[in-house]
């Protein structure tokens, strides 16, 4: 028998499976993928067009922009979509209108590539990439929100692990990626990334809804609601964690990494950093089942001191060898804490504000990656 929730005349979204609803998590996967490319071509593009364009000047700016945004909005993002959650019986609508306003920025940006702005239009370019930074942020939070309502509570950490592993072999392939990119050219790019966002967002709302509304689903089971008080600031140190073990491995480990060894391995500085998220991806599925066996908290714990440990070795220590060795353990707990920190935030949250705590989470996520690049900019 299944269990919803009603408020006045609107029923919720929020029902739990018995088990991991497949479609809906590959549809959710996809999505997320899609993030990963976008964020990816943004990177790759972005200085590029500032050199184009004039705007170098802007720079540092938009850095502060962009990290205000990307701290600001996720906890903005979850608070609408817990009100559209009650209000209309789904978090979907804020999804949707998010995909599709980011969409609607590819293609702007795209054409105005195409069309050469000159120097009256060139203006509008800065404006498309603040509002694509918005789109992108207002639907992830959201989106990666409704992961809890197809997948058993005591199964989160695995699918957690699914869209881990996709996100890190994405980040992994990067170099790649980027010569796709730089082949197809910036129009083509954002024109492709606008049409991957708006197919995969279209996917999972389609599986999604039709999860929530068809009247023929299969038996979910019966659940608890969490009425505790949302613990805010331990979800946001959660993501603090994770984001400054995040944050190290993109925006530091490279450098330290082609200095201290440099006698192991030669050539592109990044090599290292794509290791850990290759044995990162591989280690994350089979630890989901040691979290799930160990617990959320214990396992967070664990792995957050033993990765922070690792940065600090891996700082410190000036052989070759004890970085090697330094470096193996980050990767191996920033697997596990991948795989616990969302979970145990999503367990920490209040049923009604289960969306916004996750933007929370989020916020926290991006805090470390902002404060890095915003000194690095400056």
Do not use: H
Not at 124 to 149: C, G, K, N, Q
Not at 172 to 199: K, M
Not at 264 to 282: D, E, M, P, R, Y
């Amino acid at each position: 028998m299944e269990n919803t929730i009603t408020l006045g005349n609107n029923t919720t979204d929020e029902t739990r499976p018995l088990n991991i609803e497949w479609k809906q998590l590959w549809s959710l996967t996809a999505l997320y993928a899609s993030v990963v490319i976008g964020w990816i071509a943004y990177q790759n593009y972005q200085p590029k067009l500032l050199i184009k364009f004039s705007f170098t000047e802007f720079a540092f700016l938009l850095t502060v922009a962009q990290g205000i945004i990307l701290v600001v909005t996720p906890p903005i993002a979850g608070r609408i979509g817990d009100r559209y959650r009650f209000e209309r019986g789904s978090r979907i609508p804020v999804i949707s209108a998010g995909m599709s306003f980011a969409a609607m920025i590819f293609m702007a940006v795209a054409f105005t590539l195409l069309g050469n702005p000159g120097e009256i239009f060139k203006w509008v370019l800065p404006v498309l990439i603040i509002f694509w930074l918005i789109a992108m942020s207002i639907f992830t939070s959201p989106a990666l929100s409704t992961v809890e309502t197809f997948v058993p509570v005591e199964k989160l950490p695995r699918a957690i692990a699914v869209l881990t592993v996709v996100g890190n072999l994405l980040y992994s392939l990067e170099p790649v990626i980027v010569d796709i990119i730089d082949y197809l050219g910036a129009p083509i790019t954002f024109i492709t990334g606008g049409v991957i966002v708006f197919l995969s967002g279209y996917a999972l709302k389609k599986n999604s809804m039709n999860l929530f509304n068809n009247a023929d689903k299969k038996s979910r089971a019966t659940f608890t609601l969490d009425t505790q008080k949302s613990e805010y600031g331990y979800i946001l140190f959660l993501g603090i964690v994770l984001g400054i073990a995040t944050a190290v491995l993109f925006e530091i480990f490279p450098a330290v990494m082609s200095e201290k060894l440099s006698v192991l391995f030669t050539g592109n500085s990044k090599i290292v950093s794509v290791g850990i998220l290759i044995v990162s991806a591989i280690l994350c599925v089979p630890f989901s089942s040691l979290v799930n066996t160990y617990g959320l908290k214990k396992s967070f714990w664990v792995s957050g001191i033993a990765t922070m440990l690792a940065i600090a070795g891996v700082l410190l220590f000036q052989a070759p060898l004890a970085v090697l060795l330094m470096t193996a353990i980050f990767a191996i707990g920033f697997a596990a804490l991948s795989v616990s920190s969302l979970p145990l935030a999503i367990g920490k949250a209040n049923y009604y504000q289960k969306v916004f705590c996750v933007g929370i989470f989020f916020a926290g996520v991006e805090l470390p990656d902002t404060i890095i690049e915003i000194i690095q900019a400056w």
